[in-house]
Structure formats: C-alpha cells, structure tokens
C-alpha cells in the first residue's frame, strides 16, 4: 500500500483541481462549504437529543436496577 500513497494522493489533488476548472464544479464546492459551515449547528443540535436519549436510558436502568433489587431481596 505504501507505493500507492504518493500516486492516489495525486490523483486525488488533481481531481480536486480539476473539479474547480469547471462551472459545475465550483458550484459543487461552494456547496460543499456552505454545508460545512452549517454543520457545527445541527451538530450541537444532534449531541443535545442524544444526551436526552442517554439520559432517558440511564433513568430506565436505574428503575430496572432498583426493581431488581427489591424482587431479589432476601424475605424474612
């Protein structure tokens, strides 16, 4: 894979350059940044619903934990 690297790395590099030779392409790629610029957002925005979900699951363990507990409590 090592004598790979060099010639992918350039082909990569040119197809880039490539891309921004062309109307289509540049347009692709003003795309592409305005997304970027976008994405720390709806990031944020994902990190907040998945800490609730995380926070929802931890409570039902909890729960289930404690239930087990009481059930598997020695009777007197």
Known sequence: MRKWAVPLTVLGVGGVGALMFTPRGRTAIRWVFR??????????????????????????????????????????
């Open 35 to 76: 997304r970027m610029q976008e994405a720390p957002e709806q990031i944020a925005q994902w990190n907040q619903t998945a800490q609730t979900e995380l926070e929802k699951i931890q409570t039902a363990l909890n729960e289930l934990a404690e239930s087990l507990r009481v059930s598997l409590a020695p009777r007197a």
